[in-house]
């Protein structure tokens, strides 16, 4: 089946689970545009105008207007989005169903497809699976029980959290290349007053020469391995929107690392309080900062009690039932975007 990518993020020309997902041999001719948000209203218009469009945004863009199929960050529930967004006027961002009365939405957070890319790149290495083989991957993707990217992370923050020396480790890391959540930047300076931050992304690099980091996605056992030296992370979000979390705090939970979050208002719903310290949202721009000031206070008991860290490792950051809800979940939507594809 005829499969084409566009406006995909900078330094990719596919999404490869999609690709996967595409069976060799398929009677269906239907040419099928598989695009994401990073397009400036494409001067091909043909492409709205034949074949099945299926839209994909890991981001905040939660819909496309041309868009037959979205899948998102967002819950597949149209309404729920719509409902979520109403409670936060900064990013009321329209949602134009109107015209597409049959439209198909799919959640799958970007993380989730990440973390089921490094799944079957370790495959394919290994030589368990073969990439030449689209169907052989496919397979393996819609064999239930298969994919299972929290059980993963949790089985990984088990190891980490068990095996490395507190002693040994670093205080606390900060990996950011967006330089724009001024919040972030604040909570940054703030926790260098209690100990050295090791500031490794793109934005206030303080990293020695010739330092370098694993790349997350090339080698994502080793990032996280790099990211298991430290006790604490800093992992905002670019911005707060209701259900809008990133790999940021699912990395370190990886790893075995603390967690400083800020974000997603909702994202106790998802984690364990207790395994993380949780900046709330607030409209308030004081009360904001009287949050991360407390936040920050909390690091600090952490970092000079080891009674009070270890808390932070007696409670798993997500439950066993949701384990199994959000894995379930995970392959309901590769289930739903193979159907898609074919």
Not at 57 to 78: K, L, Q, T, W
Not at 183 to 205: E, K, P, Y
Not at 312 to 327: G, K, L, M, N, T
């Amino acid at each position: 089946m005829p499969l084409r990518f566009s406006y995909i993020w900078q330094g990719a020309d596919e999404i490869p689970i999609f690709k996967w997902l595409t069976a060799d041999k398929n009677s269906n001719s239907v040419l099928i545009h598989v695009y994401s948000m990073f397009m400036n209203r494409p001067a091909d218009r043909g492409i709205w105008q034949t074949g099945k469009r299926i839209f994909y945004s890991g981001e905040y863009i939660m819909d496309e207007e041309h868009a037959d199929v979205v899948v998102r960050f967002m819950p597949a529930d149209d309404k729920s989005a719509r409902h979520v967004l109403s409670m936060y006027s900064p990013y009321k961002l329209k949602i134009k169903t109107e015209n597409r009365p049959n439209a198909r939405y799919i959640q799958l957070r970007l993380q989730e497809l990440d973390a089921i890319e490094y799944k079957i790149h370790g495959l394919v290495k290994s030589g368990i699976l073969d990439a030449q083989q689209s169907n052989d991957v496919r397979n393996y993707l819609l064999t239930p029980g298969n994919i299972t990217p929290y059980a993963d992370m949790m089985l990984s923050w088990r190891e980490y959290s068990m095996t490395n020396s507190i002693d040994q480790r670093k205080f606390c890391l900060f990996m950011v290349s967006n330089p724009n959540c001024k919040l972030r930047n604040d909570t940054f300076m703030l926790l260098s007053r209690i100990g050295h931050v090791v500031s490794a992304g793109g934005f206030r690099n303080n990293m020695a020469p010739g330092d370098a980091i694993p790349p997350a996605r090339k080698n994502h056992n080793e990032y996280i391995k790099y990211l298991s030296q430290f006790r604490f992370m800093i992992t905002f979000e670019n911005r707060s929107l209701p259900h809008y979390h990133t790999e940021k705090i699912t990395n370190a939970f990886e790893a075995g690392v603390i967690p400083i979050y800020w974000g997603d208002p909702f994202i106790t719903d998802m984690f364990d309080a207790r395994s993380f310290i949780h900046i709330p949202t607030l409209d308030n721009p004081n009360q904001q900062w009287e949050a991360v000031k407390h936040a920050v206070e909390r690091v600090r008991e952490a970092e000079t009690n080891p009674a009070v860290y270890a808390s932070y490792f007696q409670h798993p950051p997500i439950s066993p039932d949701r384990v199994a809800s959000e894995d379930a979940r995970v392959a309901a939507s590769l289930v739903a975007i193979s159907e898609e594809l074919h």
